[in-house]
């Protein structure tokens, strides 16, 4: 089989590769993790490089078949995000049996375990004293299992066989022993010294972290494989911590239904609350909890990737160059961007604003129509495009790159909301409830607490109830 020398441009990375090979698998091997949001399947077109010469080609979908010199766009790198670590503390007390099992094994030296929430786009790990349960240290990374598709969808079609749900389950667990040796050597304290891990995850994640089969979670009739909790000896599993220690994983509620909103749940206490409360957790894959101590109901809604970036034209997660906030003044509109860079994209906060900025305006009309109304001041008027025949508004124009909000974004956006907005009024309806008896509403995960309230109000995303009733509560589920 022949072999062909592959450059990467601006990095200076040069590997040799088979034929046939694809450039995606290529800079794969050189160490650079390209933006795959579909899972390589050349839809979402995020994975653009631009060959020799300046043709533009897919990563994902061009088989190599000379030598190449490739040059690999910010916009098409699988970048840092804004990682969200802190959330509400929860207020049960720490039970004394779970450490005083390990005193004998530790010689009474101090006794730590781990918190940890596997995401589909983040990792998020706390290291714990299990005697006093005070935070020592936070760790973050993105979830490395994500260059094989950004939602589940694409995790559950690529582990198609024992080899590939492996080769997942070795990322994820890879990842977890980088972050806590970093957060060990930050706490100055030995790995050998955490003797309980504690991991919650969607019932997808749980699931590839246990390797346990997920093709039952990607069709129907969409059963887990188990939603039950596990315990596993550390000595089995591959996490370096003490060999005496223990894996717990909480227990999921159903199959798109984790036990990272179980942990929410925990953390807000919403089984003891006298008034009624809802829990929202807004992602691709998004979580509700509905109810008070005397009932809950929970939901799932298959809101998209849109939020996460994936299907809008301009559309990232929130890394630097990201527009993150919109907002408009009286002549034109302003832009907040991650990093105070030049825009190169927009992520899901900044796409809530800004479409909720052009319905105020009056650009956006009631059906989701992108519109030229009259008597608009004349920068804003200006904005108004097209592309590819489509009707399209310009959010920043800069010399690094054109940002536009086109009419099939502003339909991506409809299509999450409608979902989100779907799932709570079913579980209205089955407690019986309308939305003004609502009495507080969490917003948990990292595009919740970034999300701007009267954005999400005007766009409908929420409940129309009174600002002051609506809280924040970060990652509650670690």
Do not use: W
Not at 387 to 395: N, R, S, T
């Amino acid at each position: 089989m022949k072999h062909f020398s592959i450059t990467f441009e601006p990095d200076g990375k040069k590997i040799s590769i088979h034929e046939s090979a694809t450039i995606l698998e290529a800079a794969g091997l050189a160490g650079i993790v390209l933006n795959t949001a579909c899972g390589g399947k050349g839809i979402c077109k995020k994975c653009a490089v631009k060959l020799q010469g300046g043709k533009e080609v897919l990563a994902c979908q061009y088989k190599i078949d000379s030598d190449l010199i490739v040059t690999i766009p910010v916009t098409s790198r699988f970048l840092e995000s804004k990682i969200l670590t802190q959330g509400i503390e929860a207020k049960q007390k720490l039970a004394p049996d779970i450490y005083k099992k390990y005193l004998k094994t530790s010689g009474r030296t101090k006794i730590s375990g781990l918190a940890i929430d596997i995401g589909t786009t983040t990792v998020v790990l706390k290291l714990i004293d299990m005697i006093n349960g005070d935070c020592l240290e936070v760790e973050s990374a993105l979830n490395p299992q994500a260059k094989h598709g950004d939602d589940v969808i694409s995790r559950i079609a690529y582990a198609n066989s024992e080899e590939k749900l492996a080769e997942l389950q070795k990322l994820i667990v890879d990842c977890i022993n980088d972050l806590l040796q970093a957060a060990c050597e930050r706490a100055k304290i030995s790995p050998m010294q955490i003797y309980e891990v504690c991991v919650v995850g969607n019932t997808t994640m749980n699931h590839l972290f246990l390797k346990m089969p997920v093709t039952g979670l990607g069709q129907a009739p969409y059963k887990a494989y188990s939603i039950d909790a596990k315990d596993f000896p550390a000595k089995d599993f591959g996490i370096t911590i003490n060999p005496e220690g223990n894996i717990h994983t909480v227990e999921n509620i159903a199959s798109f239904v984790g036990s990272d909103t179980t942990a929410e749940s925990v953390a807000v206490q919403i089984g003891s609350e006298e008034k009624m409360t809802l829990i929202v957790d807004i992602g691709t894959n998004s979580e509700i909890v509905l109810g008070n101590k005397e009932k809950l109901y929970t939901a799932s809604c298959a809101a998209g990737p849109a939020f996460e970036g994936a299907r809008i034209t301009c559309g990232s997660r929130a890394v630097d160059g990201a527009i993150e906030s919109v907002v408009a003044n009286s002549e034109d509109i302003d832009v907040d961007v991650i990093g105070n860079s030049a825009a190169r994209s927009i992520c899901g906060s900044g796409l809530i604003d800004a479409a909720a900025v052009l319905c105020e305006l009056g650009i956006i009309d009631p059906t989701g129509k992108l519109t030229q109304p009259e008597n608009l001041p004349a920068k804003i008027s200006k904005r108004l495009t097209e592309k590819c025949g489509e009707p399209a508004f310009v959010l920043s124009d800069s010399d690094c790159k054109k940002v536009l909000l086109t009419q099939r974004d502003i339909r991506q956006v409809q299509l999450a909301k409608a979902a989100i907005r779907a799932g709570i009024r079913i579980l209205e309806r089955k407690l019986g409830i309308k939305e003004q008896d609502l009495e507080q509403v969490f917003l948990a995960g990292a595009f919740g607490n970034f999300l701007r309230k009267e954005s999400a109000l005007r766009l409908g995303l929420l409940p129309s109830i009174p600002q002051e009733r609506i809280h924040f509560i970060g990652n509650a589920a670690c």
